[in-house]
């Protein structure tokens, strides 16, 4: 991701940026026909059962095919998006891009749930529920096959509010999970309050295990509370053998990384699953 974006020369969106700011006015006015041109594409980067590898879901990831400026990453727009009130339509093409997706793999005979992020102004959108059930009528979708991943930053504003839509998204049978577990603002007391599945263990516990006791400390607190709470972990940005060694001593659900795969293209996604179940028969 930091190799596509080093290329261009534009800098991450900062919402104290003023709106005239030339990277503000370029981001309006092009954000906005892409998502009207269909410029816009998920890549899906596959989460590995912890036991067995087995790839049952897949996180997607927002990406925008720029003609000016070629992939355009998340990182850039997606704050932008935030601060213009534009996350609502974005986050409706996302969810419905996904429920399609995972219907026409359905069909293919491949039951792959697939993730989508939300963040949180997406929550404050009352509207939320009613355009994801949409997204999954529409498709043809059983509701299990979408998960949600919500980041802390939703739970701190309105807490009661947080956690009614994700009783409502849990009751219609989505997975809710809580990215980048450990970055935020929320605490471990605040984890018993929330009605989640799992939480995603972010990837700066795992970075550089063996040079950093503390951090091996800390993940090793947080897999332990979660468990007491019977919520899964997901350790994400797996990047090295020496982490995953570490998350099999601690017996995360699932894993992923740029060790097991990078955010993909759906065909090529579905290229990789073939080849690696193939490998794994023959081995
Ligand atoms: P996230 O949900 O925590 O996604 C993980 C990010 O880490 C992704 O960056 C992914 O490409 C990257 N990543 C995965 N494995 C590794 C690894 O092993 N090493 C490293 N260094 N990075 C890894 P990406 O795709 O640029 O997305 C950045 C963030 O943008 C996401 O963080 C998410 O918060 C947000 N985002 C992406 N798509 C959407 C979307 O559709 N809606 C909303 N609201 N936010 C989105
Ligand atoms: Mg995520
Ligand atoms: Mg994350
Ligand atoms: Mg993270």
Redesign the pocket.
């Known amino acids: 991701?930091?190799k596509e974006a080093g290329r261009h020369t534009y800098r991450v969106f900062q919402p104290e940026m003023d709106r005239r700011n030339a990277d503000y006015v370029w981001l309006d006015t092009n954000l906005r026909k892409a998502l009207a041109e269909n410029h816009l594409m998920?890549?899906y980067?596959p989460k590995l059962a912890g036991r067995t590898g087995e790839v049952d879901s897949v996180?997607?990831?927002?990406?925008w095919r720029s003609p000016e400026r070629g992939l355009v990453?998340?990182?850039i727009f997606?704050p932008y998006?935030?601060e213009s009130g534009l996350?609502a339509p974005?986050?409706v093409w996302?969810m419905r891009e996904a429920a399609r997706q995972a219907a026409a793999w359905k069909r293919d005979g491949l039951n792959i749930r697939i993730a989508?992020?939300?963040?949180a102004r997406?929550l404050d959108d009352k509207g939320v529920v009613s355009d994801f059930m949409r997204a999954i009528g529409d498709a043809g979708l059983d509701p299990c096959m979408l998960d949600i991943?919500l980041?802390e930053s939703c739970l701190i504003d309105d807490e009661g509010a947080a956690i009614d839509l994700i009783k409502q998204f849990r009751q219609l049978g989505a997975r809710v999970h809580l990215?980048?577990f450990g970055t935020g603002y929320s605490s471990l007391s605040q984890l018993a309050r929330i009605p989640l599945d799992a939480i995603?263990l972010?990837?700066s516990f795992v970075r550089g295990v063996n040079e950093n006791p503390v951090s091996q400390a800390l993940a090793r607190a947080i897999v332990a509370v979660a468990r007491t709470l019977e919520l899964k972990v997901i350790a994400?940005?797996?990047?090295t053998a020496e982490e995953t060694a570490f998350l099999d001593t601690l017996g995360v659900d699932a894993k992923?990384?740029?060790?097991y795969a990078?955010?993909m293209p759906a065909s090529e996604f579905t290229t990789w699953l073939a080849n690696r179940r193939r490998l794994h028969l023959i081995a």
């Open positions: 991701v930091a998920l890549y980067q996180e997607a990831l927002l990406r990453c998340p990182s997606i998006a935030e996350i974005l986050g996302v989508v992020n939300m963040s997406q991943e980041t990215d980048d995603k972010d990837a994400e940005g797996v990047e992923q990384g740029y060790l990078k955010p």
